[in-house]
């Protein structure tokens, strides 16, 4: 059994917005960090959201004030509402849960640990 699944990725054009979605096995996550990472092939994972249980977010600058990670109160899901896009922000999008260490995008990037779901692909045209 996949512990989280992404959907909501697609093609926009610059400027444009979406919402993906995490689904996980919520009662495994409920106390752990929540967040959302992006690869490109050929270069490193780069953090870009995280939610801990209580609320608290944190976001890698390159998406602050564009993206939004936010949660369900029983934590099944989580969501990252992406606006004003651009073709920078084009990469594999992937969601990931309790990894060790702080609640942050960096630590989680580097970390790699916890769970990790299949992803889903943004692409922003020009």
């Known amino acids: 059994q996949v512990p989280l699944v992404e959907s909501g990725g697609g093609s926009v054009q610059s400027g444009g917005s979406l919402r993906l979605s995490c689904q996980s096995s919520g009662y495994r996550y409920a106390r752990g960090c929540m967040g959302w990472f992006r690869q490109v092939p050929g270069k490193r994972r780069e953090g870009v959201a995280a939610i801990a249980s209580d609320g608290t977010t944190n976001y890698a600058d390159s998406v602050k004030g564009r993206f939004t990670i936010s949660q369900e109160n029983a934590r099944t899901t989580i969501y990252l509402q992406m606006t004003d896009l651009q073709p920078a922000d084009t990469a594999m999008y992937y969601c990931?849960?309790?990894?060790?260490?702080?609640?942050?995008?960096?630590?989680?990037?580097?970390?790699?640990?916890?769970?990790w779901g299949q992803g889903t692909q943004v692409t922003v045209a020009s």
């Open positions: 990931a849960a309790n990894w060790p260490g702080p609640c942050t995008v960096e630590v989680g990037a580097k970390s790699g640990g916890g769970y």
